[in-house]
């Protein structure tokens, strides 16, 4: 009889626990650890960002679904993970035993990293959470009220790029259907070497169908951009070092 616990409820840690759950017999425990209480599918943020979804159509609350698969659920932070004793220390003070403990906590936004950027304390919007993206599109709501130029794009560090290229279509899209994209210029800042590189050397011709597509919509584009600070309080802007940015 064993104790599995899976630590955190994202895209892999829910998959996990559900794998875990059907592969092993009733008398083995499965606990998830996670941090919020609900699941959030970060690949729509790009359209909470714009309107074109809610946080209800993109969440759903961990609990009744995990309680009916049997799999115990706690809803706390984790702030040590202590191996040598099979042991997690929660924020609450509590502390949760295993036997196989599986990590899942994907990805640490670094704000900190570059001054004067996130949506927190900063001067930039992210979409990188659902609770970003909302705030992401209320900074949407004053653009509409009050066009002016947008950056979007992906700061030094980060290590998914092609959230980037999404949400800047998508709000080259928003912006066209409420009539004032030719109010908003746009441009593409990326620490990329070149356009469609994505992290990974580009993918077939990602270079090629990026750039053209960019043209397209009238995009400008600055690649392999080195972004050190973002100094004016009155551009707000937005980014983040793991995923995509956007800097008004
Ligand atoms: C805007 C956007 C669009 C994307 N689109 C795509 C796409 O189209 N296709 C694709 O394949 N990928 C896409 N990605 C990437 C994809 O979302 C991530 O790769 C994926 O979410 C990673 O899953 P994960 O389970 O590792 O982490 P996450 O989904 O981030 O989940 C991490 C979990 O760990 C919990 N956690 C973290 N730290 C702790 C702690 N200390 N204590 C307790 N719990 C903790 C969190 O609360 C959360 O439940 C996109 C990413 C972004 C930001």
């Known amino acids: 009889m064993a104790h599995i616990v899976i630590l955190g409820a994202g895209i892999g840690g829910l998959p996990a626990a559900y794998e875990v759950r059907q592969e092993l017999g009733k008398e ?26 809610n946080r209800d159509d993109i969440t759903f609350p961990l609990a009744p679904y995990l309680e009916r698969k049997g799999i115990d659920l706690i809803s706390q932070r984790v702030d040590k993970i202590v191996p040598t004793e099979n042991r997690l220390e929660l924020a609450n003070g509590e502390t949760v ?14 704000f900190s990293a570059i001054e004067g950027s996130g949506p927190h304390g900063g001067y930039t919007q992210s979409i990188c959470t659902v609770d970003h993206a909302e705030h ?8 509409l009220d009050k066009p002016g130029p947008v950056i ?13 290229y999404e949400y800047v279509f998508i709000l080259d899209t928003a912006l066209r259907k409420k009539k004032i994209r030719n109010k908003v210029p746009i441009t593409f800042v990326t620490a990329e070497p070149y356009i469609g590189h994505l992290g990974l050397g580009g993918v077939g011709d990602s270079n090629g169908m990026l750039e053209s597509e960019l043209r397209a919509h009238d995009i400008k584009w600055i690649t392999n951009a080195k972004t050190t600070k973002v100094l004016t309080a009155m551009a707000k802007s937005s980014n983040n070092t793991n995923c995509p940015s956007i800097t008004r």
Not at 35 to 50: E, R
Not at 136 to 143: M, R
């Open 136 to 143: 992401c599109y209320e900074n949407f709501k004053q653009l």
């Open 97 to 110: 035993t295993y036997d196989y403990l599986i990590i899942t906590t994907g990805a640490k936004l670094m």
């Open 28 to 53: 083995h425990k499965v606990t998830v650890v996670t941090a919020d209480t609900y699941f959030q599918f970060i690949p729509s943020n790009p359209w909470v960002a714009v309107g074109w979804r």
């Open 152 to 164: 979007v794009g992906a700061m030094p560090g980060a290590s998914c790029y092609g959230p980037a």
